[in-house]
């Protein structure tokens, strides 16, 4: 079922080059981060990435929990 796990330094590593564009094109990333409709229905998931609010703050991830995860 594959899995994925990372030290704290890697997040950093992997935040910075998506914020900074060394990772990915500013354009990619914009979709990767965006709601992505499946057919009639809106959702908070883009290409990867589940988005939210926390506190007032927007704030993206995935947790892993869907099958076929791990």
Same mark, same amino acid.
């Given at each position: ?12 590593? +992997? !935040?910075?080059?998506?914020? =900074?564009?060394? /990772?990915?094109?500013? $354009? ?9 409709? +499946? !057919?009639?229905?809106?959702? =908070?998931?883009? /290409?990867?990435?589940? $988005?939210?609010?926390y ?16």
């Amino acid at each position: 079922d594959g899995g994925l796990s990372a030290s704290v330094a890697d997040l950093l590593k +992997i !935040g910075t080059a998506l914020a =900074d564009g060394t /990772l990915l094109p500013a $354009s990619a990333l914009e979709r990767m981060l965006s709601p992505t409709p +499946i !057919g009639p229905i809106a959702i =908070d998931y883009g /290409l990867g990435v589940k $988005s939210g609010n926390y506190h007032g703050q927007p704030c993206w991830g995935h947790s892993g929990g869907y099958k076929g995860t791990g």
